[in-house]
C-alpha cells in the first residue's frame, strides 16, 4: 500500500514538473476584481521560469470572505499581461456567466444571466476590433429570452466605426421565433 500512495505521489509531482506549473496560495491582487464582490486569490499557476499563467479568484459579498458566490479564473500571455478571464456567479445555482478575452488589436466580452430555474434570460456582448481596412470597429449588444431560455424576444444592437455611433438595430420576435418588428437607425 505504501509504495502505491508513494508512487501516485510521485507520479503527480512529475506530472506537475513536465506541465511547468506550480499550485501556490497568494494574497489578493487587482486582477481578482469583480464589480460587486470582494475577491479572494485561491491560487496561482506559474510555469517554470516562475512566471504566473493562470489565477483563479473567489467571488463574495463580504469583506470577510464568509459568503463565496462565484469565481472568477485569470489567464495570462507570455509576456504577463492578462488576456482572458471568465466569471461564474451562483452558489446554489448558476446566475451569472462572463467572459473576456483581448486580443493584439480586439477586446470580447460577453455576459449570460440566468433565471432561478438556471434558464437563460439574457445576453451582453461587447466586441471590439481593428477591420481589414484599419477602422476601430465595436459591435454592442443585449438579447432577451422568452421563458424557455433559448428562443430570443428582443435583440438590440449598436454598430461603431472609428469609435462614431453608425446604426442601432432593434428586433423583436414571437415566442414561435418570427420576426415581429425590426427597426434600424442609421446615425
Known amino acids: 500500500m505504501f509504495r502505491k500512495i508513494t508512487a501516485l505521489a510521485a507520479a503527480a509531482l512529475m506530472m506537475a514538473a513536465l506541465s511547468g506549473?506550480?499550485?501556490?496560495?497568494?494574497?489578493n491582487?487587482?486582477?481578482?476584481e469583480f464589480e460587486g464582490y470582494f475577491s479572494e486569490l485561491s491560487y496561482e499557476v506559474t510555469n517554470d521560469a516562475g512566471d504566473v499563467t493562470e489565477q483563479m479568484y473567489i467571488l463574495h459579498t463580504d469583506e470577510e470572505h464568509?459568503?463565496?458566490?462565484?469565481?472568477?479564473d485569470v489567464y495570462f500571455d507570455d509576456n504577463g499581461e492578462m488576456y482572458k478571464y471568465n466569471v461564474?456567479?451562483?452558489?446554489?445555482?448558476?446566475?451569472?456567466?462572463v467572459s473576456f478575452t483581448k486580443g493584439e488589436d480586439s477586446g470580447f466580452y460577453s455576459e449570460l444571466h440566468f433565471d432561478e430555474n438556471e434558464v437563460m434570460i439574457k445576453a451582453v456582448w461587447d466586441n471590439s476590433y481593428i477591420s481589414?481596412?484599419?477602422e476601430s470597429e465595436r459591435d454592442y449588444g443585449e438579447r432577451e429570452y422568452f421563458p424557455d431560455g433559448k428562443t430570443v424576444k428582443r435583440e438590440?444592437?449598436?454598430r461603431y466605426i472609428?469609435?462614431?455611433l453608425i446604426e442601432r438595430i432593434t428586433r423583436e420576435y414571437s415566442e414561435s421565433g418570427d420576426l415581429t418588428l425590426e427597426k434600424t437607425e442609421k446615425e
Open 29 to 32: 491582487s487587482d486582477y481578482g
Open 156 to 158: 438590440y444592437t449598436e
Open 132 to 134: 481589414d481596412d484599419g
Open 162 to 164: 472609428g469609435g462614431k
Open 88 to 97: 461564474t456567479i451562483g452558489s446554489d445555482r448558476v446566475e451569472e456567466i
Open 66 to 72: 464568509r459568503d463565496s458566490v462565484g469565481k472568477k
Open 21 to 27: 506549473c506550480a499550485l501556490q496560495t497568494l494574497k
